[in-house]
């Protein structure tokens, strides 16, 4: 069957699928093979000073139009096109990678800083209750002041440093998230203070279950799947005991608690769960399904999303568990995707006004992973995601390139005008 064919400039049409044979900093388009939407990309692509063009016959819509009759030579000298708006162009699109790219370091060094803060919190707690508590809900009220209160709200997957696979902590994955979600909903202001210190205590019984349980990669039996669900009424009773309000530590009691009742350890049902806990169970389950203690059995991003929804949709408030897909869009931070021209590439941040137009980091073997592109869907109208992609199925340089985290950990810009820097 008829592969890649050279075509010559005055047979491009709209419709074909061409391969631009030329390194990335030499064209102005964003990706180096695409199909022809429009007349000025035509006049771009001649501008390029290429004689000929390959194009795939079974990518594209329609066949290229006839050659014409070569024009007899002329002694004129010819008058090279001004590439100079291409230039601009690409100029213009590797300063905005630029700035992006900035961003994320500034990102990631709060995340950092704010994962150190909460190791301090957890490791003190029990020493010094009172002054920990009160640092927590400083950390809480400048996370929330920064997410409530920016223009828009981008959600960030954690991909730099590394070695900072031990930064994780579940605990601030799930309080990002919830508070994402009480963003969107337009939670009332004093509730939101309560919702952020009980994700970021949701597990403080875990201090009453042996490392070993929690550890486990295996099954647990029933008596440990029994001394397990302890932790919930365990983190209740430690709550009350740091002086913890009474909503925080319904939150920690109830965030096992399933709108179908067949959670623990109450067995509430439906609207009897808290607002507030329902949202947590929310964010705790999607980040559980990520990030198991077996990461062997870890979901993606997108499959965690598309489980909770297609499969697991009763356990959870339906109209809550909207908003939570609606803010992380279909493909999540941390998602491989393949675009529909093939390429391949990694969700780095969902701005959730817009979950739909995710930033994504392209691989491409001629250009080294520092200086990765970055295509922001929401300036590219010709850029489509067509699926995702599991890890496992992606080629072994193609995922050292995006070096996906075994862990997915979100976080956001702390670095609001007006607002102090969490951490």
């Known amino acids: 069957?008829?592969?890649?064919?050279?075509?010559?400039?005055?047979?491009?049409?709209?419709?074909?699928?061409?391969?631009?044979?030329?390194?990335?900093?030499?064209?102005?388009?964003?990706?180096?093979?695409?199909?022809?939407?429009?007349?000025?990309?035509?006049?771009?692509?001649?501008?390029?000073?290429?004689?000929?063009?390959?194009?795939?016959?079974?990518?594209?819509?329609?066949?290229?139009?006839?050659?014409?009759?070569?024009?007899?030579?002329?002694?004129?000298?010819?008058?090279?096109?001004?590439v100079s708006p291409m230039l601009e162009a690409k100029l213009a699109l590797v300063e905005r990678i630029r700035q992006q790219r900035e961003v994320a370091t500034r990102i990631e060094n709060a995340f950092v800083d704010t994962a150190k803060t909460i190791h301090g919190i957890e490791k003190?707690?029990?020493?010094?209750?009172?002054?920990?508590?009160?640092?927590?809900?400083?950390?809480?009220?400048?996370?929330?002041?920064?997410?409530?209160?920016?223009?828009?709200?981008?959600?960030?997957?954690?991909?730099?440093?590394?070695?900072?696979?031990?930064?994780?902590?579940?605990?601030?994955?799930?309080?990002?998230?919830s508070l994402m979600m009480a963003r969107d909903i337009e939670l009332p202001q004093e509730l939101v203070g309560s919702l952020g210190i009980g994700a970021l205590f949701h597990d403080i019984g875990h201090k009453e279950i042996p490392s070993k349980i929690l550890m486990k990669k295996e099954p647990l039996n029933q008596a440990e799947r029994h001394l397990f669900e302890?932790?919930?009424?365990?983190?209740?009773?430690?709550?009350?005991?740091?002086?913890?309000?009474?909503?925080?530590?319904?939150?920690?009691?109830?965030?096992?608690?399933?709108?179908?009742?067949?959670?623990?350890?109450?067995?509430?049902k439906g609207e009897a769960i808290d607002l507030l806990s329902r949202i947590v169970v929310i964010a705790n389950h999607y980040d559980e399904l990520c990030n198991p203690v077996n990461i062997n059995n870890a979901?993606?991003?997108?499959?965690?999303?598309?489980?909770?929804?297609?499969?697991?949709?009763?356990?959870?408030?339906?109209?809550?568990?909207?908003?939570?897909?609606?803010?992380?869009?279909?493909?999540?931070?941390g998602t491989i995707v393949q675009f529909s021209n093939g390429v391949i590439g990694m969700v780095v941040t969902v701005n959730t006004a817009q979950p739909m137009k995710p930033l994504?980091?392209?691989?491409?073997?001629?250009?080294?992973?520092?200086?990765?592109?970055?295509?922001?869907?929401?300036?590219?109208?010709?850029?489509?995601?067509?699926?995702?992609?599991?890890?496992a199925q992606v080629p072994r340089e193609i995922y050292n390139y995006l070096s996906p985290r075994k862990r997915v950990n979100y976080y956001f810009d702390p670095s609001t005008p007006g607002q102090g820097q969490a951490g």
């Open 230 to 268: 302890m932790h919930c009424q365990y983190g209740a009773d430690i709550g009350r005991r740091l002086g913890l309000t009474p909503s925080v530590v319904t939150i920690i009691r109830e965030h096992h608690e399933l709108f179908d009742g067949t959670g623990y350890p109450s067995k509430l």
């Open 1 to 82: 069957m008829e592969d890649n064919v050279n075509i010559t400039m005055d047979q491009l049409r709209i419709g074909l699928y061409i391969h631009l044979d030329l390194k990335w900093f030499d064209h102005p388009f964003s990706f180096s093979h695409f199909k022809i939407k429009n007349e000025a990309q035509i006049d771009t692509i001649r501008s390029l000073g290429l004689q000929s063009i390959r194009y795939d016959p079974l990518l594209s819509d329609v066949a290229p139009l006839p050659k014409k009759a070569q024009p007899a030579p002329q002694t004129a000298v010819e008058v090279k096109p001004d």
């Open 299 to 333: 979901l993606t991003p997108h499959e965690a999303l598309s489980t909770m929804f297609a499969k697991l949709r009763n356990k959870f408030d339906q109209k809550l568990l909207q908003v939570f897909i609606r803010c992380l869009g279909v493909y999540p931070p």
């Open 124 to 177: 003190k707690l029990f020493t010094m209750p009172a002054e920990t508590v009160v640092k927590a809900r400083q950390l809480v009220d400048q996370i929330a002041d920064s997410i409530l209160f920016a223009p828009e709200l981008a959600i960030h997957v954690m991909i730099g440093k590394a070695g900072a696979e031990e930064m994780y902590f579940h605990s601030l994955n799930v309080t990002m998230l």
């Open 360 to 391: 994504v980091l392209i691989y491409d073997a001629d250009i080294p992973r520092d200086e990765a592109i970055l295509v922001d869907m929401a300036c590219e109208a010709d850029a489509n995601i067509a699926k995702a992609i599991r890890p």
